[in-house]
């Protein structure tokens, strides 16, 4: 029952703001946006205490099953998305952006919503795969319709550079599915853990090589990632928050979830890939936000190095790896719509977030969005104490002592490298600091500076990002422990 | 030769074919009206749509069979229509009534010469709902060329220059297509001595290998000639032609009823060398064929796609690509892969109808649109729409030739679609994802699913990995369409009044299309959250 409303609320008011949205008032739409993100929340929560499945037959001539379930993995990513479901809709009240009605836009963000939990709610693979799809057309219009109203060809083609690339991952996974199915001849995620380890290793590497392709796009792994800064810089704040908080998470839990726990002798094999390709990702991500002009983009870019240490944690293969990996998750999903909340209130009143551009201090002319940024880069760059360290040192850590037959000394040397990463983290979290926090002069006049101070439904939306930064960071134990038992129960399945 | 018949098997064609007469009957009686005709027609094919829904619920064990030979097996009856046949015969009788129903709008749409054009929709429905379920090899010849040549006499009919090419490109690809097919029937009736597509004889003749090369040569030269009706590579060329040259109700019965039809034809003749598995090299050469003409279409049809900018051209290469579609699970060679072929062919017929339904909301269309490059409007979001536009426009109202209705159909047309005419729009961004194959049209990525599954089953994953590219460039291509419909009408010519000015009586939605968009819509929706709704039907 929970599990229905949680992901039919959010669906079905999106579908109604999406096709009645020019017959709707803003307001009515907002408050019915807020609304049905709560109700989607308070499900979560209640969901969490009652652990309900639901498993109800689709397409019985074909086996598909509609079987939607909560376990300690998906738990933390299903609070995330519900809870950034209600910041997005609270956001909505303050900033709609031009380029369609208000309906539109937050019948959007709800389907996006209700497709990121419909995935992360699926105890089946083909269905998995089809709430997967889910989110692409509604984040596709929010992109290349809501986003940025001053590049009309530069909108078109992020929004078309994410479908498609987001489109070939998802068609390739879905090929290592039907294959893995037909192998396994079942498509329960719970069932699969144990039928598809028994698969001889060639069919495991295959299913393997398809699965991880096809999601390391949506993480995105380096060098599959050329569509994330396009797509960023150019969609408006709600929608780059939904982006970096909840669709690049569907990848890294897709990787958990699929290759990792079906097919763990392919995926072994194929690991040290991910791995190099997380590193390097890592260092890249890093390199670039070190030149980058556009603050969006930069952001963009660090979502690439932060995600680099989920894949290597991933990689690694062992309970510590893939507990690193998914107390990542939920760090980059509450810093990176942090950074995206304050860059994005930005962009809106400066018109663009050129960091060549010496701007008004912002500790002096918005303390509290001021405040804001230098947490989130602080977090970003790894501080102890904020979310992202956890992430990080944990990742780190476990690429020094990799489970099972992975090879040390390349482990080792990721490792190495994952460290050089994050001190790249720091430097270009620094510069940006330097450059918009402590900023250039302020002129004396007030009239001249142009007020970017973060105020009613933003500041509300700032301040919870804020806390949840914070919390996650001093007591990583409220994800690690929840966590925990299942990341033992699937790699306990996977011997 | 006693025969034991069955006539409520045989009732799906018996009652088209009976429409024909009565319509031909009525008009001799009352030559002035049509409308009574069109009425009549449209009866008979939702009687015979009934008629069919008892095969489509049945199970493939018990196939409804008719004309059998006394006293023996199931192989020996002439008519055999299982699930699936009956699911392709609905599909088509339904097709044909949707086409109907379309050219009822009264407007300049509508079919010239009422009665006539009945008697050839119905003849066609005859032929398609018969050759999907006919087991022997003249009868099933002669029901296809049924299927076939009336609607070369649709195009026609139109009596324009364009008609009249896109009437003899159809015309000649059809002959070049009969005369393969009749060199494959005897290259069969050679290599196994039945002319019944059944079982009977076949095994003989895949174990001898003098006879073996006839069988694999009739079964390659058979579904050749067949891909000429489905639209796919090597004999797509007259798609464009003739769906731009017809009238919007014409194309779309090109666009479904016939794709039904030749979708049954092909399943026909696979459905006996299913057996011949246990023979690798009979069945990976006619695997190997299926695969490659699939692959091709899809991925022509597709790249075609991202550059077209006329409305009826761009569906004509979405049903090459999606012939592909169809082709790519046959090539598993089994049954699983014949009920995906099914699945997937009705759900793109559905989608298409509306899509079909949506450029004949559009009314009478202007006059040349796509050889003038509309292209920029379309490639650049905010640019301004081209300024030949409005004085062609007038000058065709003046003129009120009815000349070229659908020629110039350009997809800018439909810019701001969904904001201005909800249903229109609406319904038509819901059957292109459909055809694309994203969710919210789930039934469309379902369909896909259904048809890849089959093939990666059996080992064939290559031909799946390659067809992931088409599903991309066709993503790309049907997101060129709904973009234009999301995207905020123009300024200076808003598009609630186009295609006529606010005043003309065109602005209104014809009834006719209103009413097809609407089921369809319906079906769409109803099916994309119970899919079992479709693959119930096909067993």
């Known amino acids: ?495 | 030769m006693n025969l034991t018949l069955d006539w409520l098997a045989l009732a799906p064609t018996l009652l088209p074919a009976a429409g024909v007469l009565v319509v031909l009957l009525l008009d001799a009686l009352l030559p002035a009206a049509s409308q009574p005709a069109r009425v009549v027609g449209l009866l008979l094919l939702l009687a015979g749509a009934t008629a069919a829904v008892p095969g489509a619920l049945g199970t493939s064990e018990r196939p409804a069979l008719s004309l059998c030979m006394p006293g023996a097996a199931d192989h020996a009856c002439l008519w055999s229509a299982g699930p699936a046949a009956s699911a392709l015969q609905l599909g088509i009788l339904g097709a044909c009534a949707a086409v109907l129903v379309l050219g009822l709008g009264g407007d300049g749409e509508s079919l010239r010469d009422g009665s006539v054009e009945v008697v050839l929709v119905l003849a066609a429905a005859t032929g398609g709902t018969g050759v999907v379920a006919a087991r022997d090899l003249p009868a099933w010849l002669v029901l296809l060329e049924l299927a076939t040549v009336p609607t070369v006499a649709l195009v026609a009919l139109r009596g324009n220059a364009r008609a009249a090419g896109g009437a003899l490109s159809l015309l000649t690809t059809s002959l070049v297509s009969f005369a393969f097919l009749v060199l494959g029937a005897a290259l069969w009736l050679l290599a196994t001595g039945s002319p019944v597509l059944g079982p009977v004889g076949l095994r003989d003749a895949a174990a001898d290998p003098v006879r073996r090369p006839l069988l694999l040569l009739s079964v390659v030269v058979l579904v050749t000639g067949l891909a000429f009706k489905l639209s796919a590579w090597p004999f797509h060329a007259w798609t464009p032609a003739a769906f731009t040259g017809a009238s919007t109700p014409i194309a779309a019965l090109l666009a479904t009823a016939s794709k039904l039809t030749a979708t049954g034809a092909v399943i026909v003749v696979l459905t006996p060398v299913i057996a011949l598995t246990g023979t690798p090299q009979v069945a990976h050469s006619i695997a190997a064929v299926l695969g490659g003409i699939a692959l091709v279409s899809m991925l022509l049809g597709s790249v075609v796609m991202l550059r077209v900018t006329d409305s009826v051209r761009f569906l004509a290469f979405s049903t090459i690509a999606q012939s592909g579609w169809v082709l790519l699970p046959l090539a598993a060679m089994n049954a699983a892969g014949h009920r995906a072929a099914v699945g997937y062919v009705l759900t793109y017929a559905i989608a298409t109808l509306v899509a079909f339904a949506a450029v004949a909301a559009l009314g009478p269309g202007e006059q040349a649109g796509e050889q003038a490059g509309w292209g920029i409007a379309e490639q650049d979001q905010a640019g301004p729409e081209p300024s030949g536009q409005a004085p062609l426009e007038e000058g065709h109202m003046a003129l009120g030739q009815g000349g070229s209705e659908s020629a110039g159909r350009p997809l800018a047309a439909f810019r701001g679609m969904l904001r201005a005419r909800p249903l229109v729009g609406g319904t038509l961004g819901l059957a292109l994802l459909v055809l694309a194959g994203l969710p919210p049209g789930i039934i469309g990525l379902l369909a896909k699913v259904q048809a890849l599954r089959p093939v990666i089953d059996v080992g064939l994953w290559p031909l799946a990995v390659v067809a992931v590219i088409a599903v991309v460039i066709g993503i790309a291509g049907y997101l060129r369409w709904v973009a234009i419909l999301v995207r905020p009408a123009p300024e200076s010519s808003p598009v609630g009044a186009r295609p006529g000015a606010p005043t003309s009586p065109r602005r209104d939605t014809p009834r006719g299309a209103v009413a097809v968009l609407g089921i369809g819509g319906v079906l769409l929706v109803a099916t994309s959250l119970l899919p079992q709704l479709l693959w119930g039907l096909i067993g």
């Open chain 1, 1 to 495: 029952m929970a599990l229905m409303v949680l992901v039919l609320v959010p669906a079905v008011l999106g579908g109604l703001l999406v096709t009645a949205g020019r017959f709707i008032q803003p307001q009515d739409a907002q408050r019915a946006g807020v609304a049905a993100a709560l109700v989607a929340l308070a499900a979560v929560v209640w969901a969490a205490f009652t652990d309900p499945v639901v498993d109800w037959a689709w397409l019985p001539d074909l086996g598909l099953r509609l079987h939607l379930g909560l376990d300690g993995i998906s738990l933390p990513l299903v609070l995330l998305t519900a809870l950034i479901g209600v910041l997005v809709t609270v956001h909505a009240c303050s900033e709609l952006p031009p380029g369609g009605s208000p309906a539109t836009f937050i019948g959007c963000l709800l389907l996006v919503e209700a497709g990121a939990l419909a995935t992360f709610c699926a105890r089946d693979a083909v269905l998995f795969f089809v709430a997967f799809e889910l989110v692409l057309v509604p984040m596709w219009v929010l992109i290349s319709r809501f986003g940025d109203p001053h590049d009309a060809r530069r909108r078109t083609e992020a929004g078309h550079r994410f479908i498609l690339y987001t489109a070939l991952g998802s068609t390739l996974m879905l090929i290592g599915i039907l294959l893995l199915v037909g192998a396994a001849h079942t498509s329960q995620l719970d069932e699969l853990v144990s039928a598809g380890a028994a698969l001889p290793a060639r069919t495991q590497l295959t299913i393997a090589v398809l699965l991880t392709v096809g999601l390391a796009v949506k993480v995105p792994v380096f060098p599959l990632h050329t569509w994330l800064p396009a797509a960023h810089t150019t969609a408006p704040t709600a929608g780059s928050v939904l982006l970096a908080a909840i669709l690049l998470k569907m990848g890294s839990y897709g990787l958990v979830r699929l290759p990792l726990a079906s097919v763990p002798d392919g995926f072994a094999v194929i690991a040290p890939a991910l791995g190099i390709a997380g590193a390097v990702g890592i260092i890249w991500g890093g390199l670039i936000c070190l030149v980058e002009r556009d603050l969006k983009r930069l952001i963009a870019y660090s979502s690439v190095a932060h995600m680099g240490f989920v894949a290597l944690g991933v990689a690694t293969g062992s309970q510590l790896g893939l507990q690193a990996a998914l107390i990542g998750n939920i760090a980059h999903g509450l810093v990176s719509a942090l950074l995206f909340v304050v860059v994005g209130g930005l962009k809106q009143r400066w018109g663009d977030v050129d960091l060549a551009v010496l701007r008004p201090a912002l500790r002096d002319t918005a303390p509290h969005r001021g405040f804001a940024l230098l947490l989130g880069l602080a977090a970003a760059l790894g501080v102890p104490g904020l979310a992202v360290f956890w992430g990080e040192f944990l990742a780190i850590v476990a690429s020094w002592t990799p489970g099972g037959e992975q090879p040390v000394a390349l482990f080792r040397t990721l490792a190495v490298l994952a460290a050089l990463g994050a001190v790249l983290g720091v430097a270009y979290c620094l510069r940006v600091a330097g450059r918009v926090w402590v900023g250039g002069p302020v002129p004396d006049e007030p009239s001249a500076v142009v007020d970017v101070e973060a105020r009613g439904a933003e500041r509300l939306v700032v301040t919870a990002l804020s806390v949840g930064v914070l919390v996650v960071g001093i007591v990583p134990a409220v994800v690690l422990d929840v966590t925990g038992p299942a990341v033992a129960a699937l790699l306990g399945g996977a011997q």
